[in-house]
């Protein structure tokens, strides 16, 4: 702008500062090739051979452990695709109930109503809960003799007890009911954001018209939510693929290894079993299921978007 | 572009019918469905805190025992001198590691978001879609070759496991670019032309424009180090360096049907993180909001 301001010793300063911008980014950078990308690199590295902590030499044993998983007749292969079944039976069933209730509890939620603030507190409050917190509290209530449900069952309502947590099937209904009320609050509340940025004149416009409540929501409340649908189903697909926590407390993964998720196995047989190797090429396995899903579901997802709208 | 555009807190009417609230006959039902709900949603605190004040003889009673007859704090003193596990140690090793992970979490993503953000360079956007890239790698599977590093280092059983792998996180590097790219230029060059050099303009210009992000960005971090469960699991096996998630884990192990102590364990486990919601419920519900549904 002004001639007048004096610049002094351009280039030199040009010089030194193109270093600047790296220097800043050095010490992140540092950490993250520490942290983040070499260990990719190493796990494969690991999954190549035949890795024992108190063994001297780690021979080279190629995709063997890659082949393991895909010969039935070994216990690696039977486990590791009974937890990743177990896993997206878990993601099939949890996920259309943690988007449709968040939604369901928005909907109840967004118009004035008294006590609203607390009703929010109230659904939002359990997801501030450790999940170990979570995942004995819920074992507790659905303990086979005397949890709280089993208590409304016999005490209140005249029906014979049911053992949850050690039934082959319903052990899922404690880990699903457990999830769903850890998890429904964070949910709810991008749905209560996003509830609030639709313009009130838009729905003003179909009264007039004569609209009822369900014209209203089919046609103006659900695609205007579709960006947020597709966030909330998408984290919430990630978040049950990592299930860990839930069937550790609750159920141990039993009965039967019947509610054994894909992480909880792969960390028995690293950290139990010792097979850091086997173990490795299951986490290689896994994290490729999880990214050609994610790629998927986003492709399908984001194309539903813009067709609705 | 990431700037929260209108304050986060719910509570404030955004509509225009929000301004005049009628009670019209049609919300009763909406009203006590609410309730009904929040009853369900209740009840598992109901029945903890219940179960936690009541001698074990009255915790496997039947008929059930709807509301304690004998209360009692035994369970919590049981707890909270057990020759097991410290759970108030565990609760300040897990504050410990939570707060510095924090705060390395936040400078250095600030550090690093910064020329990202406001300086143009070679291979800056190659370096920050590397970054970014990295938010697809699931974390599984990092687990075993990180826990095998920690072996090397001699850092199992050290609070350096649970700080240092995470430190380097993508997410807050990508949180704190948008929002540094959305300050205004002026002020950057008015400081520039005071004379004021790269690291006081972030100083005095950037940080204090984007408290708002780096408070998001603080207790996400704050969250997700309190709340972590799979890696402390391994990684830490000493009872004196357990996190709080871990002990009380091993409480649940150690105590499989002795549910008022293990009541009691989970209440005290709870009662930070509530004070902690309480305070911080502002916070915590605009950063979910606006990354919801912006970017």
């Not at chain 1, 507190?121 to 449900?149: C, E, H, K, Y």
């Not at chain 2, 410290?86 to 590691?97: A, E, G, H, P, Q």
Request: charged share 10%.
């Amino acid at each position: 702008m002004s001639l007048s301001v004096p610049r002094p010793a351009a280039p030199r300063a040009r010089g030194r500062q193109s270093l600047v911008p790296y220097l800043y980014l050095l010490p992140f950078m540092l950490l993250f090739l520490v942290f983040v990308v070499y260990p990719v690199g190493y796990g494969f590295f690991v999954s190549l051979h035949r890795w024992d902590l108190l063994a001297e030499t780690r021979p080279f044993v190629g995709l063997e452990y890659y082949r393991n998983l895909f010969d039935a007749s070994t216990p690696q292969s039977q486990f590791f695709w009974n937890a990743m079944k177990n896993t997206a039976f878990f993601t099939v069933v949890s996920v259309p109930l943690l988007v449709a209730t968040a939604l369901g509890l928005a909907l109840l939620l967004y118009r004035p109503i008294a006590g609203r603030a607390f009703f929010r507190a109230v659904f939002f409050l359990p997801g501030v809960l450790t999940v170990s917190v979570m995942g004995i509290l819920w074992r507790w209530m659905f303990d086979n003799q005397i949890g709280l449900v089993n208590a409304v069952r016999t005490d209140l309502l005249g029906l014979q007890p049911v053992p949850y947590l050690s039934s082959e099937g319903l052990a899922w209904i404690p880990v699903i009911v457990g999830t769903l009320w850890w998890t429904i609050g964070f949910n709810m509340t991008l749905y209560l954001a996003a509830l609030g940025n639709i313009s009130q004149s838009l729905y003003e416009a179909a009264e007039i018209d004569g609209a009822t409540a369900w014209p209203k929501f089919r046609f103006i409340t659900w695609p205007l939510l579709g960006p947020v649908t597709l966030f909330v189903f998408v984290t919430t697909v990630l978040a049950s693929f990592q299930l860990f926590g839930q069937t550790l407390v609750i159920t141990s993964g039993g009965p039967n290894r019947t509610t054994q998720s894909a992480i909880q196995y792969i960390t028995e047989e690293a950290f139990s079993n010792n097979q850091f190797s086997s173990a490795s090429a299951m986490a290689f396995m896994f994290g490729l299921a999880m990214l050609i899903f994610t790629f998927l579901q986003f492709r399908i997802m984001a194309r539903d978007a813009r067709g609705e709208s | 572009m990431a700037a929260p555009s209108r304050p986060a807190d719910l509570n404030a009417p955004v509509t225009a019918t929000a301004y005049r609230p009628r009670r019209t006959p049609r919300d009763i039902p909406r009203f006590l469905l609410l309730c009904l709900l929040a009853i369900i949603f209740l009840a598992p605190m109901y029945w903890m805190i219940t179960t936690s004040i009541k001698p074990e003889t009255d915790v496997i009673s039947t008929p059930t025992q709807w509301f304690p007859a004998r209360p009692t704090l035994e369970n919590y003193r049981e707890v909270l001198t057990s020759p097991d596990g410290n759970i108030l140690r565990w609760m300040w090793n897990s504050f410990f590691v939570a707060a510095a992970y924090t705060v390395l979490h936040v400078v250095l993503c600030a550090l690093t978001a910064y020329p990202l953000a406001r300086m143009r360079f070679p291979g800056r956007d190659a370096i920050f879609w590397f970054i970014l890239g990295s938010m697809m790698i699931p974390g599984v599977i990092t687990l075993i070759p990180t826990y095998l590093m920690m072996i090397r280092f001699d850092w199992i059983n050290s609070f350096n496991a649970l700080i240092w792998p995470g430190v380097a996180g993508a997410f807050g590097v990508f949180l704190l670019r948008q929002f540094f790219m959305a300050l205004p230029k002026e002020l950057e060059e008015a400081a520039r032309l005071d004379g004021a050099n790269s690291l006081q303009v972030l100083w005095h210009v950037i940080l204090p424009l984007s408290v708002p992000a780096l408070v998001t960005l603080a207790v996400f971090a704050f969250m997700s180090s309190w709340n972590n469960f799979i890696w402390p699991t391994f990684v830490v096996t000493d009872v004196d360096k357990l996190t709080l998630p871990v002990g009380v884990n091993t409480f649940s192990q150690r105590y499989v049907t002795d549910y008022g102590k293990l009541m009691a364990s989970t209440a005290i486990a709870s009662v930070p993180v509530l004070i902690a919601y309480l305070l911080a419920q502002r916070y915590l519900i605009s950063g979910l909001s606006t990354t919801g549904l912006k970017e």
